[in-house]
């Protein structure tokens, strides 16, 4: 086993553990998806389901990860980034000088003055190089620029990054968009401009990367009009046309879209249904959504008919999900930094039969939060501290779904 794989599976170790998903060999798919989706929350970076499961073997894969999904891996168990956890896995090894006991009692007095003694001169000297170092390679950033602006409204979108690093003294520099683990990039330090192209609606989080140092950072919206529709498989969306996705009264998609667009022995993919505006915009300590929702594919390879309905906040996000009743064990909900695990937790109220659709309401106020399925109180939280501004919603379904009469505002 080569260092650098025995570091790796010791940050899986770790993810494991703060996790408490129990052993990760009897993970199922669910659970690459539901990780996917905290590591995106919590380090605002995006990992897909697939990626962990080569990293983690469910999938044969000869490559290895790539240095930005190690440092997201790192950012989640709380390092700065793969460099910062390797080092203390280092310095844990490091084994300490023992001095050998065979020399005569006199002698080793003797030796140990002059041990010390030499010890506390090479510290002198070692102190003074070190604070010398610094104080010539100590980051400059105070004349560091760093913006962007989108080209055009909807998905795809182009985003051209300005950034002004020719008075630092920093020897590489990086943009970072924070979304897709492939889209860290180097850029040279002496332009000024870089374009990167986004495929999925959203709130993120750029930073400009000064060697190992994230020195700027803003957020970025990608907004769409109204919903959108993808087909999401193998990490790549597939946008719908509109009138496929865009009804009378209701959004969404039939399981036969799914077989019009894929083949019938294609991996199962997911639809996303996204709206992200500045328009929504409402401050998620006191707000109040209703929707209906119903996932609508009813088919062998899919018997939990899993959905996730997201509200997305400036801040973090609420995830909400609903499953056939017996899979909730599977099931994760997501209250800002607050995670409650249907493995430790009573989540049954999430469970659905999918015969109709279900109306899921979510009220906060006065520092508390309540979730309604069907006019039943599914959770309620009473130390909620909101997830900032809500920008956006995002109704993800296992195979195929539709919802209808959404509705979000402030509540009084």
Known sequence: MSENQSYIDHCKALIEEKLEWGNSAEWQSQDYDNL???????????????????????????????????DTLSRFIGYQNWRDFVKSCREIAEPKDVVSSSIPVVKKSLFKILAVTLVLVSLFFLVGFLLQKK???KLQIDNVKFNSKTVSVGVPNTVIFEYDAVQSNADSVFIQQNWDEKRRVKVNKFHHQHASVYYLPGYY???????????????????????IGVLYKDSIPFYLPKDRYRHNSWYGISPQEIDRYLPANGALPSFILTHVNRGLTVDSRFFLLSVNIQNTFAHPAAPCRYTDLTILGTEGAIIIPLSKAGCVGENKLRIGDQLINGKFHDLSAFGIDYATPVNV?????????????????????????????????????QGAGRLDSFQLRKAQ
């Open 135 to 137: 104080n010539a390679s």
């Open 361 to 397: 309401e979510c009220d906060a106020r006065s520092g508390k939060i309540k979730i309604k399925l069907n006019g039943k109180l599914a959770y309620e939280g009473k130390a909620y501290k909101g997830i900032g501004d809500i920008v956006g919603i995002r109704a993800k379904f």
């Open 205 to 227: 989080r750029a930073k400009l990367v000064l060697n190992d140092s994230i020195v700027r950072e803003h957020d970025i919206f990608i907004e769409t009009e109204d919903w």
């Open 36 to 70: 996917s989706e905290q590591i995106l929350i919590e380090t605002r970076t995006l990992i897909s389901a697939s990626t962990l499961k080569r990293i983690w073997g469910k999938v044969k894969y000869q490559s290895k990860p790539n240095i930005t999904t190690l």
